[in-house]
């Protein structure tokens, strides 16, 4: 049975790095892309960024362009999410997802529907 265990998160000041993990586990291989969206209560599902298979191919949302990277290791299966200058506004939670096929490009990687894995969400709070 295939799931995705995230990692990371809590709770740290304006201005601060966070990363989130995402590992893969009980997919037999790396054929798939990955994103990242986050969520807060009451409020509809946001596309962070996502991955291709090959890790040189990433998309971010307007406003995490230059703040976030995204990355994986197709080896050990697990994606990370590098989140830099966080601002008060990106306290929510965050989820991994990946659509399993190998997609070498990122198109559509912004479309939540895509995805057919979720991963249980980390919660991120930044302080003012």
């Known amino acids: 049975q295939m799931q995705l265990v995230e990692s990371g998160g809590g709770l740290v000041q304006a201005g601060d790095s966070l990363r989130l993990s995402c590992a893969v586990v009980?997919?037999?291989?790396?054929?798939?892309?990955m994103g990242w969206f986050r969520q807060a209560p009451g409020k509809e599902r946001e596309f962070v960024g996502g991955?291709?298979?090959?890790?040189?191919?990433?998309k971010y949302a307007d406003d995490m362009k230059g703040r976030c990277t995204i990355s994986r290791d197709n080896t050990n299966n697990t994606g990370t999410l590098q989140m830099n200058s966080l601002e008060p506004e990106d306290t929510t939670d965050y989820y991994c997802?990946?659509?399993?096929?190998?997609?070498?490009?990122?198109?559509?990687?912004?479309?939540?529907?895509?995805?057919?894995?979720w991963g249980q969400g980390r919660q991120v709070t930044v302080s003012s």
């Open positions: 997802a990946i659509v399993p096929i190998r997609q070498h490009d990122t198109v559509g990687v912004e479309a939540d529907w895509r995805y057919v894995y």
């Open positions: 009980g997919h037999r291989n790396s054929d798939y892309a």
């Open positions: 991955i291709g298979w090959s890790a040189g191919t990433q």
